[in-house]
């Protein structure tokens, strides 16, 4: 318990960089040192465990989730070892699951094997047909991935893993919506999520920041729901689904994304770093913030993140966004907020609300969704109202 009689805030994802090497260099990447093959210690994943295990804010259960870098340029071996680190540990009653983001270009049968047996729930970024995705995700040599993709994406479906993919959108694929669904239908993927290219980290500015973007996203989302998804062989799109867990949501006002809650995520770099809100957050700087590394796993403990006192100045700021979001935005109930990490990128500070990515995110999406409703599910969504 708090000192204000609450549960303290239930960390839902601890999120590891294993190392910040990629094998491919994505032009809309974040990351900054991609080129950098150190790796995560033993001893550093130890201490991570126990302070994770002993931590006021994991209750029930915690995923693991390996990311900001190319998680499986480590092989089988570093993760049977990484995982027997992290296990070997009195969780108690929590429910302990891992998952990784992969490029794909590296799966083969003992990747595909190991997966099933230690259950890890496995995703795929991939851009849609060769034409759109080779445009964006290259390797090291400059030259297109998707061949290789495809195969590492057909062997997870062979062995059984069907990967929800995860598509970034650019101002290219706003032309060829009908190639782009229908690319993901013939492949037989079940579900696929929507990032629209965003400003971030690294990567300053966007494609889709430019005028009549937001119009243009728009018809490629009405065309999409208009081919199908979720049945006539399409897949399910994941924004829709969530849109439709948070219609239903009774207490709309209470609603909050897990990335701008304290200890709700919290973000390890490969030395032993950590952070908390947006995992973007973990290697980005600012002119008055410098990091935000809130300690280190080896010298301070976890649970002790509130007494840094950075993270009681970014947090308060945060927090002030969120509230400019709840008081003068009509689709809170379907963000909560908005995210960190897109606010300081693309405005230099967190205290605010509107952002470009948060309209082509959440607002051009849950207006379409929305008319979508009315026009197939009639009264379904009649009760909601969202002013820009």
Same mark, same amino acid.
């Given at each position: 318990?708090?000192? !204000? ?9 601890? &999120?590891?960089?294993? +190392? ?19 790796? &995560? ?22 995923? &693991?989730?390996?990311? @900001? ?29 891992? +998952? ?33 995705? !080779? ?66 980290? +690294?990567? &300053?500015? +966007? ?180 002013? @820009?």
């Amino acid at each position: 318990m708090t000192a !204000d009689g609450h549960d303290p805030t239930l960390m839902q994802l601890a &999120i590891i960089q294993a +190392s910040p090497f990629c094998n491919i260099r994505c032009t809309y990447c974040y990351l900054p040192d991609r080129g950098n093959s150190e790796v &995560i210690s033993l001893e550093t994943l130890d201490r991570i465990a126990s302070e994770l295990a002993a931590s006021r804010h994991v209750r029930d259960e915690l995923t &693991i989730v390996w990311h @900001a870098g190319e998680p499986l340029s480590l092989g089988v071996d570093f993760y049977r070892e990484a995982f027997r680190v992290l296990r070997d540990r009195d969780w108690g009653d929590v429910r302990l699951s891992f +998952s990784m983001q992969t490029n794909a270009m590296m799966v083969n049968d003992r990747w595909c094997e190991f997966f099933r047996e230690n259950d890890v729930r496995v995703g795929v970024s991939l851009d849609g047909p060769a034409f759109l995705h !080779d445009q964006h995700r290259l390797d090291r040599a400059g030259r297109g991935t998707f061949a290789r993709v495809m195969r590492g994406v057909k062997m997870l479906q062979a062995a059984g893993l069907d990967p929800p993919i995860i598509a970034v959108v650019t101002e290219d694929s706003l032309r060829h919506a009908r190639e782009f669904w229908q690319f993901f239908a013939d492949l037989g993927v079940t579900s696929v999520g929507l990032n629209p290219e965003e400003s971030e980290g +690294s990567h &300053i500015g +966007s494609s889709l920041f430019n005028r009549g973007s937001e119009e243009e996203y728009r018809r490629f989302l009405d065309e999409i729901l208009d081919m199908g998804i979720g049945r006539h062989g399409y897949p399910h799109l994941r924004e829709y689904d969530n849109f439709v867990k948070l219609l239903g949501a009774r207490k709309a006002d209470d609603v909050q994304a897990h990335d701008n809650v304290p200890m709700a995520n919290v973000n390890f770099d490969y030395r032993g770093n950590f952070s908390t809100f947006s995992p973007e957050l973990l290697t980005a700087h600012h002119e008055s913030y410098g990091n935000f590394l809130f300690g280190n796993i080896l010298t301070d403990r976890l649970d002790d993140i509130v007494k840094d006192a950075r993270f009681s100045a970014v947090n308060a700021s945060v927090q002030d966004g969120v509230a400019q979001c709840k008081a003068e935005c009509g689709y809170y109930r379907f963000c909560g907020g908005g995210s960190p990490s897109n606010k300081i990128s693309e405005t230099g500070s967190f205290a605010v609300s509107e952002t470009q990515s948060c309209r082509l995110r959440v607002k051009v999406p849950v207006s379409a969704f929305l008319d979508f409703l009315q026009q197939h599910s009639s009264g379904v969504s009649s009760h909601v109202r969202v002013e @820009a």
